[in-house]
């Protein structure tokens, strides 16, 4: 729920991208949300464990998990120079904040295209935009509920669910997750008549969805001819959509004694996210040479045509595969349990606090 309120925020300013059409639009994107596709899929990754230890037979955990993921310092900014751009030039400033940066202007960029007058001469015509401005963004929370029920073989299965729900104006939001602990000490022969600890294998997987609806991106008549387009009706459908996932995969160790124990972590994490802008949104096109006509018997500026595109960014702003550790504390009294963890993936520190109940 957290997260729809600066997502929201930023959506306007991040359609602003698709003023220099679409062919660059999915690498721009990317680069200025990374920070969030990462940090939010890196949580994901949390709260699937407090201990090493399983379930016996039939027993069971309710635990409730906050995780807020650090961004680092080297996310919060990007320079987009050498990236390789296919349509748009660079103008003087080449470097902006992501959306984990200061509420600084975004890099400059300028879309140039040849029109040809009715006397066949041509014309250059620009378009200049900046990138989105930062949103001081500098931590992602989230929130888990999940449960756990142990099953013969020092086996447990987990899950976590929450129904696509409607947070007000902000969107919408829908999570599952399903997991399998596994006791691996029970099969090392003299290591598993050891006492007061544990050793598991965790196999977690975590599917996130957000979506919001608004009117982020019309034509502005100042750039662009509206010829062939209807402002009042063509752009009432945007949406934006945010897929978010995480497969975690850890050797975990903790001690197993009354009260207050420790646990630890380490493995790799497959995480990813990927942005969808649907609906129709208004991209730069060849003008009409009518409207080329009426500028020059106006003696009025030529401007850029425009087009309508159906779904035009489909980006990829986070996909790594990363080493996980964990570190953390668990304290049980009788079914209550009270935990907290530190952990390290990808330069991003994750901290993490829950609260549940347990048995058996």
């Known amino acids: 729920m957290t997260m729809l309120m600066p997502l929201k925020g930023q959506l306007s300013n991040v359609a602003e991208i698709l003023k220099g059409g679409v062919n660059d639009a999915n690498k721009l994107v990317g680069v200025y949300l990374e920070p969030f596709g990462k940090g939010f899929a890196y949580d994901l990754s949390n709260g699937w464990y407090n201990t090493a230890s399983t379930h016996g037979i039939l027993g069971f955990d309710i635990t409730f998990t906050a995780n807020i993921a650090s961004i680092p310092s080297s996310q919060k900014t990007y320079d987009l120079a050498g990236m390789g751009l296919s349509t748009l030039t660079l103008g003087t400033k080449t470097t902006g904040p992501t959306i984990a940066g200061k509420k600084d202007d975004g890099a400059d960029l300028r879309l140039v295209q040849t029109v040809t007058l009715p006397d066949n001469s041509t014309q250059s015509v620009t378009t200049n935009f900046k990138m989105p401005k930062g949103a001081n963004l500098p931590i992602v929370p989230t929130m888990m509920l999940q449960a756990g029920i142990g099953l013969p073989k020092g086996t447990e299965i987990m899950g976590r669910y929450l129904p696509t729900i409607k947070i007000g104006d902000y969107g919408k939001l829908g999570l599952w997750g399903v997991g399998i602990k596994h006791d691996l000490k029970q099969w090392i022969p003299v290591v598993n008549k050891t006492p007061f600890w544990s050793m598991s294998l965790l196999v977690a997987y975590t599917s996130f969805k957000t979506s919001v609806k608004g009117k982020f991106l019309t034509p502005d008549p100042d750039q662009f001819y509206l010829s062939g387009v209807d402002v009042n009706n063509d752009y009432n459908d945007q949406g934006v959509e945010l897929k978010s996932s995480a ?72 996909s790594k595969t990363a080493f996980k550790a964990t570190i953390g504390l668990r304290l049980k009294l009788a079914l209550l349990t009270i935990h907290g963890d530190y952990s390290v993936i990808d330069g991003y520190n994750i901290y993490s606090a829950g609260l549940g109940i347990s048995f058996r």
């Open 247 to 318: 497969l975690n995969t850890s050797l975990l160790l903790s001690t197993n004694i009354p009260v207050i124990n420790v646990y630890a972590g380490l493995g790799l994490v497959s995480a990813s996210s990927k942005l969808n802008m649907t609906g129709v949104y208004p991209v730069p096109d060849t003008p009409k040479q009518v409207d080329i006509q009426n500028s020059i018997d106006n003696g009025e500026p030529i401007k850029m045509g425009v087009k309508n595109v159906k779904d035009p960014i489909s980006a990829s702003i986070a």
